[in-house]
């Protein structure tokens, strides 16, 4: 049913989608486009899509268009693409937030175009058309937060798409989605920006010793404070009730341990650092991860 897929915005999400139309051998036409002149002349040179050079010639006659750009751009890509999307296609993108997604596109949408938001929960600190990789969306979950009245067989094209890159489909609210995404990645991703930017600032460490001794854990705080920066500040900008809320949370936590610790209330930490581990081990067999020391790198 889908025989053009068009990409907009050219990174890590865009080109690992089109490695994995190929991998699968699916004969889907799939059309890039990058706002950036030098990002469309890399991806020309990979030959995993046909780049074009204007969003016209990428979404007309597209069955699927997908927006792989940061949060903060899609309303402005929406806008520009609305009167060119063909009449009974399917608007979807892979934003990590999604109430403000919702609320700022689907005005924009016009009629007889299916918006379905979705978000695969995959990816890694690298960005740029050389960063993709046909197996990251393979079984990792794709959150769909489809509209009221959206047809289910749209619905369902953009679930058999997501799976047939190898995700695990699921559907949400946009709310719930985004309270969701607060607490398994965007507090994580500031708590770990913050605790590398405090290693920055304290006099007393110097550099070679964060380095030289990053294994300790430092190193995984690393890997993720690595990420765009401009996808992070605009889904903090774009989230904010859901990130203030568990932000508030993790600082009540917080508080807490350092009152055990200041008290040397050994059993509050034991009991705390054994609940936690648990969760630990849950994620493992949830087949979210993996024992392997080195996964992800």
């Not at 999400?13 to 486009?33: D, F, P, Q, T």
């Not at 550099?207 to 294994?215: H, Q």
């Amino acid at each position: 049913m889908i025989e053009k897929v068009a990409l907009i915005g050219l990174g890590l999400m865009a080109s690992s989608v089109a490695r994995g139309l190929i991998n699968n051998k699916e004969s889907v036409k799939v059309i890039g486009y990058d706002i950036s002149p030098e990002v469309r002349k890399i991806a020309s040179e990979i030959k995993i899509f046909e780049v074009v050079d204007d969003l016209e010639s990428a979404v007309k006659d597209s069955d699927l268009t997908i927006i792989c750009t940061p949060v903060g751009a899609i309303r402005s890509v929406v806008s520009k693409i609305s009167k060119y999307l063909k009449k009974g296609s399917i608007l979807s993108d892979v934003g990590s937030v999604k109430k403000a997604v919702v609320e700022a596109v689907f005005p924009l949408v016009p009629k007889g175009v299916y918006f379905v938001p979705a978000h695969p929960l995959a990816g890694t600190e690298e960005s740029g058309p050389n960063s993709g990789f046909p197996e990251l969306f393979k079984d990792r979950w794709c959150i769909l937060t489809p509209l009221e009245n959206t047809p289910q067989e749209k619905i369902k094209i953009v679930k058999d798409f997501w799976e047939n890159l190898g995700s695990k489909v699921t559907e949400m609210t946009p709310e719930h989605h985004d309270l969701v995404l607060a607490v398994t990645s965007h507090a994580p991703h500031l708590i770990a920006y913050t605790m590398v930017g405090v290693a920055d600032d304290l006099a007393q460490v110097t550099n070679s010793e964060v380095i030289n001794f990053s294994a300790a854990g430092f190193r995984d705080f690393t890997r993720i404070a690595a990420s765009d920066p401009t996808m992070w500040r605009d889904v903090f900008l774009n989230n904010k009730e859901a990130a203030l809320e568990v932000l508030g949370r993790f600082s009540e936590e917080l508080f807490a341990l350092n009152r055990a610790i200041r008290q040397g209330d050994g059993d509050f930490l034991f009991d705390y650092f054994t609940r936690t581990r648990s969760i630990r081990r849950g994620i493992i067999e949830a087949g979210q991860d993996t024992k392997a020391p080195n996964f992800g790198r």
